[in-house]
């Protein structure tokens, strides 16, 4: 395939925040109580996964990485 650039690794892979467009929210499973952080399309209801929560110093860097703070971040079940 040319023209088409696969990713080395997860971290290479950047996503861009659109406050307007997205609100940022948290998936939590009910069974095993894994959290992951991302973003809901406001239109289509999509969540769009960004990470994986494991502890709070993962959620710090989540809200430090996309300028979360003081901002509601909904929780999904």
Known sequence: MFGIRKPKSKSETV??????QE???VRSSIC???KV????DKETGR??????IR??????????QFHLE???I???Y
Not at 37 to 40: I, L
Not at 47 to 52: C, N, P, Q, R, T
Request: net charge negative.
């Open 15 to 20: 996503y861009v925040y659109h406050p307007k």
């Open 47 to 52: 969540f769009h996964e960004v990470m994986l």
């Open 32 to 34: 095993t109580g894994e």
């Open 55 to 64: 502890t709070e110093d993962d959620m710090a860097k989540f809200k430090n």
């Open 70 to 72: 003081g901002v509601e």
């Open 37 to 40: 952080a991302g973003f809901v």
């Open 23 to 25: 609100s940022p929210a």
């Open 74 to 76: 909904k929780h999904i």
